[in-house]
């Protein structure tokens, strides 16, 4: 059976003090992660190093940067590299989520780059795929989801493969209170799921993680988390509280052990 990524995106949200309260309420919720479960969640640069202190109090908790250059160091102003993020104790980082794909030009080729930055340098990519609302409406979700995950893996090694986390987010759902419906999602997952075994093979395709993210929240997660091919979560707004977000984790480890 795989196991599930319950992972939380922070976006541009809580400071070091907020993170350390937010870390204390969490601990008390979620003392381990429930079997079969890992936990992430990715907080803004500044609060990597207080968040990544709270790893040492719950087993399977993980911390995660939302970003990195492809770089190793150069004149990058604002940028960050993959050995700067680990020096912190994240282990992970988000890649090609849409908000930057929207506001800060990343594309397919970025996605590639940074991902394969990632992987070298031990860092597991979370790496984000996922169509907007006129290409969902016009019936081309399948041909930009595939065109994504075939781009931003271009040259990953089947080895490689399964160091790696893919998340599906219909734009269309991220931060809109929309959600895909759990059919919606284990259609495209499974089309994911699909392509990977192409690009790789079967075995591969089934160790590779695919996150659901869009709106996800405690009051839809059981049903989108039961879905065959839904291996966890990708999840903003209901990540920023410690109550709906351990929620969550709670539902996964129950249906793990379903
Ligand atoms: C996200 O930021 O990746 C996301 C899915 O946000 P939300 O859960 O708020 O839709």
Redesign the pocket.
């Known amino acids: 059976m795989r196991t599930f990524l319950i992972a939380g ?1 922070w ?1 541009m949200h809580q400071n070091i003090a907020e993170t350390k309260a937010y870390f204390n309420e969490f601990t008390k919720l979620v003392k381990k992660a429930p079997e079969g479960v890992n936990i992430l969640l990715c907080p803004v640069y500044t609060s990597l190093h207080a968040a990544a202190e709270a790893t040492a109090k719950v087993d399977g908790l993980h911390i995660g940067a939302q970003n990195l250059h492809f770089e190793d160091k150069g004149a990058f102003t604002g940028e960050i590299t993959a050995e700067m993020i680990k020096e912190t104790g994240a282990d992970h980082v988000i890649i090609g ?1 849409s908000e930057r794909r929207q506001y800060y030009n990343e594309t397919d080729e970025t996605v590639n780059k940074k991902t394969h930055k990632a992987i070298q340098a031990g860092l597991t990519p979370v790496v984000c795929v996922g169509e907007l609302l006129e290409e969902r409406k016009a019936d081309r979700h399948f041909e930009v989801v595939k065109k994504q995950v075939v781009e931003g893996l271009k040259g990953v090694s089947k080895g490689d493969a399964t160091k790696l986390v893919v998340a599906y ?1 219909p734009v269309w ?4 209170g929309e959600t895909a419906s759990p059919d919606q999602a284990q259609e495209i997952h499974a089309f994911i799921r699909k392509e990977l075994s192409s690009l790789y093979d079967e075995g591969t395709a089934a160790k590779i993680q695919i996150l659901y ?4 929240n405690p009051g839809n997660a059981e049903e989108l988390l039961s879905m065959e091919d839904v291996d966890g979560g ?5 990540s920023l509280k410690p109550d709906s977000f351990s929620e969550i984790v709670h539902f996964a480890g129950k249906i793990y052990s379903s």
């Not at 759902?173 to 809109?176: L, S």
């Not at 993210?213 to 996800?216: K, L």
């Open positions: 995106n976006k989520h987010e759902a991220i931060g809109t993210g869009g709106s996800m990708l999840i903003g707004g209901a």
